[in-house]
């Protein structure tokens, strides 16, 4: 059974600082995608990494494909009150026609 | 920008009253997904059609949902009869799983 596990489940830090987020499993995915989710409102693309070893940045946001295509990594750079939201990993599911799997998410609350 | 709509927004229902949730789609994607979301479960996958086709609605209850996409501008998901535990925000997307999905905003069904 794919699974993705992400970690951790809540992170509360202050505006300004650092954070990584993971996604991890004991499967190997073709592609993992990242959203994220806003209260309210559905889970919104943020970006799709295909290669082992890839590193995309969307501004202060890194994301990164592990190298054995089982996990993968966010990485937010002075985090501002806008970043809050749930960050959730989603990959297809092998099989499947098309549908994607999704981690449970990490809750993110920047304080100002 | 191209969206998913999705309405009602909000319905609280009694239990055992039918229930009928509406998507429109990005008019284009052929690959349209109903999910449910609980904090307890996450993001689970009820049923999604490919070309209006049913592919897999495994995730559903059968006994008392249904999923239909009578043309390629509405699909529809049904629940009756609802049950209390069936609260929950049910959300719609379309896209593919190599690219993404864009969701719908939601609908946040209570039943009591």
């Known amino acids: 059974t794919q699974l993705l596990e992400q970690s951790p489940q809540f992170l509360s830090i202050q505006e300004g600082e650092n954070l990584t987020v993971y996604c991890n499993s004991s499967s190997v995915f073709s592609s993992l995608q990242w959203y994220r989710q806003e209260p309210g409102e559905g889970p919104v693309l943020l970006v799709t990494?295909?290669?082992?070893?890839e590193v995309k940045k969307l501004k202060r946001l890194t994301f990164q494909f592990g190298d054995a295509r089982k996990d993968s990594s966010l990485h937010i750079t002075a985090a501002q009150t806008g970043d809050t939201g749930l960050y959730l990993c989603?990959?297809?599911?092998?099989?499947?026609?098309?549908?994607?799997?999704f981690g449970k998410g990490t809750k993110l609350s920047v304080k100002p | 920008d191209a969206r998913v709509t999705q309405t009602p927004r909000h319905k609280v229902t009694e239990m055992g009253q039918e229930v009928t949730m509406r998507c429109q789609p990005i008019?284009?994607?052929?690959?349209v997904f109903w999910y449910r979301q609980t904090m307890m479960q996450g993001l689970e996958l009820l049923a999604y059609f490919r070309n209006r086709a049913p592919l897999d609605d495994s995730g559903m209850p059968k006994d008392r949902f249904s999923a239909e996409m009578p043309d390629a501008t509405l699909a529809t998901l049904k629940i009756q009869p609802s049950e209390p535990r069936d609260s929950a925000v049910y959300f719609c997307?379309?896209?593919?799983?190599?690219?993404?999905?864009?969701f719908g905003s939601g609908t946040r069904l209570t039943v009591v």
């Open positions: 990494v295909v290669t082992g070893g």
């Open positions: 008019l284009g994607h052929n690959t």
């Open positions: 989603a990959g297809p599911r092998v099989g499947s026609q098309g549908n994607l799997i």
């Open positions: 997307a379309s896209g593919n799983s190599n690219y993404g999905y864009t």
